[in-house]
């Protein structure tokens, strides 16, 4: 089963590393981590870089893509070599999979098109106008389009994915090695739980920095 | 505030990722990847490597450190570079934290003795040798001391110490913006969740990688 987790400037850490972490542990995983250029990827915040062992054109018939998200999504909107490339690996992949604004990259390549799926939850409105049908769920599964909402949850969407590939049991067992037995200390993990205002904050922000 | 994440050759990226997106959203802050020597440092799958901006011998006085744990701890409780480094920059922290086995290197440098802590469930009995008070919980606070369960409760401390340190509603906008509101398909993440057999073919397993 091999894996190409695609990543580019100012991606989101966590998008990435969260299904690559449960993932990983498919019976026989092999994982690369994937960019237009091999070599260190700055994350969102300039503080981290993971490194990309692969180019895109050394990666050409993946069984399960997972795109990221992040702030760096927007510049990646116009560019022809990732959507090119989304295109082409998609036309073999078992699942094809985005984590938070990873989607609107699916959908710019045009390849969840009348789908369900879902993003962050700041970015359904985007999701929509690339013709997608968005959707409030965690984790939406479209034929074998798999999306994810925003940066933690594609933690679920692993276990979800393992799940369908390797069975409950194994889904279980990487689930106790992870200790994923969520307990966050606030309740504040979307926009229908959070105080109304940080909302309204957080959407005059992203207007600010993703457009 | 001046963050250093500890990695080292093996360990686990979720550990360190997982707290890193939370922390790195407190207001002001700086973090550094810091490992023995900069450079990439490859995770405990081998698919994964993240950049160790800084040298420990760069990295002398942060506020908060956070102790990545993973299957490489085991070769660190015996490299006095890293347990004296902790010893040193923990004299002049606000927070000394850890995720998962990363508490063994904690408490081998000497700084849980007597103290409550936690570790990755599988490393509870180690962490006790090593002389400090393993508890159950999720998040185990003692002092300036934030000690994390496994892997993915990083997450969790994260968001307990933005909390402590920023306030309430910093943390729940955080939470917000990486859309934390877990779901998890399974509820299997700890041994007194999960079937019983998997738990016993885990600590087998575990018994003949960390010994």
New interface residues.
Partial sequence: MHIAMVVYDRF???DA??P??IL?RLPD?????VAERPG?VRTD?G?????A?KALDEVTSPDIVVVAGGPGTAEQLENPALLDWLRAVDARTTWTTSV?SGSLLLAAAGLLKGRRATS??AALEVLKQFGAEPTGE??VTDGKYVTA?????G??MG??LV?RIAG??H???V????????????D????Q???AH??E??RAQSRLTLR
Same sequence: chains 1, 2.
């Fill in positions: 989101t850490a966590l590393v969260g690559y972490e990983s995983a092999r994982v690369d981590f260190p915040t503080f981290l870089a993971v490194t062992d938070c962050h939850w965690r984790v909402a925003g940066v933690s949850s933690i679920d276990l979800t799940g409950d049991e889904a279980q067992a689930q106790l090695l992870t200790e994923y037995d969520p307990q966050p200390p606030y504040a993990g979307s926009p739980k959070a105080p940080l909302v904050e957080f």
